[in-house]
């Protein structure tokens, strides 16, 4: 499957911004979705996944109550609705899909990988 990430930009701090992971090759319901970021000297972290279903979603601490990630299985993408965003949200998002098993928070255990896409939050 090939992964395809946009909609980074740069918003002010409280702002709001819509990534958008389009998939080609295979659908995504074969897939645990997730989100990583990476910002600059740090390593790459779990941001948020979906499962197979679309019925169970995950998100790390620092992001829960302001972003959702959810899925539009017609459109074969998966979406990460960023709220609320800080400049400590600054980094490059990337999304990536699972299809074995493993735990989803961790980048070892995803398959594929979209290029990313930059998002930066000023104060």
């Known amino acids: 499957v090939q992964l395809q990430a946009s909609g980074g930009g740069l918003v002010q701090a409280g702002g709001s911004l819509r990534l958008s992971c389009a998939a080609s090759g295979r659908t995504l319901s074969m897939y645990t979705m997730g989100w990583f970021r990476q910002a600059p000297g740090k390593e790459r972290e779990f941001v948020a996944a979906?499962?197979?279903?679309?019925?169970?979603?995950y998100y790390a601490d620092s992001v829960k109550g302001r972003f959702t990630i959810y899925n539009d299985n017609s459109k074969n993408t998966v979406y990460l609705q960023m709220n609320s965003l800080k400049p400590e949200d600054t980094a490059v998002y990337y999304c990536?899909?699972?299809?074995?098993?493993?735990?989803?928070?961790?980048?070892?255990?995803?398959?594929?990988w979209g290029q990313g896409t930059l998002v930066t939050v000023s104060s």
């Open positions: 990536a899909a699972k299809g074995g098993s493993g735990s989803l928070y961790f980048t070892s255990n995803y398959d594929y």
């Open positions: 979906i499962n197979r279903s679309g019925g169970n979603t």
